[in-house]
């Protein structure tokens, strides 16, 4: 017997297109490609928690084929195309077509894209390519040629809090107050992993009860860029600790929202260094670093 998922963000990834909330026209798209058991080559592009890896494995679970997962932010290089992927495409199978989901394509490095390009062309008999990106432009434009694009975007809070309400807490069994639920959202939309991670966080006893923790350590880190001084990194970098978090995007968005309370008058110098940490967090290998950098920046940017 198979071990069901503990992981709520696993166990209610969604099944069925039907489960799969927002993006109708992507859904109907798709939907036709699993009637005819054959599909074009897609690239799905969108901010974190859309469901663009979701709608991957939807395809492959719902097609008579062989396919093959990769994570380009884990395998890069061109190394990776030449042995896996074309070792893929190249190999005999007894389904109709294979698939290749190449997810956060966008990591791939140049000459790795460069290779892909070709191989998709060599084999696009026989196999088709779902990648899987958030940053489109970062793919190089003979790739996106190829490729039929979608760019997948959040489903309104309303359908998140009804789904996160009738599918996962109703469904587990869990007590709540809309209004906790409301906050969770707040705080994590439009990424809808990190809604559902920190629902099953804060649920003890089959009862969810909202923690102010994640916006109070904000706070604290915006308190303490409001008057900066000697001490105010290593005061910061203990704010962080203290917080024992490893997701950092709340943070990033906090100070954004607040900028004004802290940087009025640097305002545009600050957004392009958030912006740099909001990109590099999703390819650094120890976030903490890449969020003590950022609150470094704008330290020296505050001490102009």
């Known amino acids: 017997m198979r071990k069901q998922h503990t992981l709520w963000i696993e166990q209610y990834r969604s099944k069925t297109l039907d489960q799969y909330i927002g993006n109708e026209e992507v859904k109907n798209r798709i939907s036709d490609c699993i009637t005819n058991n054959d599909i074009p080559h897609f690239i799905f592009a969108g901010t974190a928690g859309t469901g663009k890896t979701t709608l991957a494995k939807l395809i492959v679970n719902n097609l008579k084929c062989d396919y093959l997962y990769l994570n380009a932010s884990d395998e890069n290089g061109i190394d990776m195309i030449r042995e896996k992927v074309k070792g893929f495409a190249s190999s005999a199978s007894f389904n109709p077509i294979k698939i290749v989901i190449l997810d956060e394509a966008d990591f791939l490095t140049q000459p790795a894209q460069a290779a892909l390009r070709n191989i998709i062309e060599e084999y696009a008999l026989n196999t088709r390519f779902v990648l899987t990106c958030n940053y489109i432009e970062r793919l190089i434009e003979p790739l996106q040629s190829r490729c039929e694009i979608h760019k997948l975007v959040p489903p309104s ?124 967090s999703r390819a650094v290998p120890d976030k903490e670093i890449n969020i003590a950098a950022l609150l470094s920046k704008i330290l020296t940017i505050l001490k102009k």
Not at 198 to 214: P, R, S
Not at 223 to 234: A, E, G
Request: aromatic share 8%; with cysteine.
């Open 157 to 280: 809070k309303g359908e998140v809090a009804k789904h996160v309400c009738t599918n996962v807490l109703d469904n587990e069994g869990v007590s709540y107050d809309i209004k906790d639920v409301a906050q969770v959202i707040k705080q994590h939309y439009p990424d809808i992993r990190s809604i559902i991670k920190n629902l099953q966080a804060g649920t003890k006893d089959n009862k969810f009860t909202f923690t102010e923790a994640n916006i109070n350590w904000c706070n604290h880190i915006i308190t303490i860029l409001q008057k900066p001084d000697k001490n105010s990194w290593v005061n910061m970098r203990q704010v962080v600790l203290d917080a024992q978090v490893d997701d950092y995007q709340p943070l990033i968005e906090h100070l954004f929202e607040n900028i004004s309370v802290y940087g009025k008058g640097y305002e545009a110098e600050i957004t392009v260094e958030l912006d740099e940490a909001q990109w590099r």
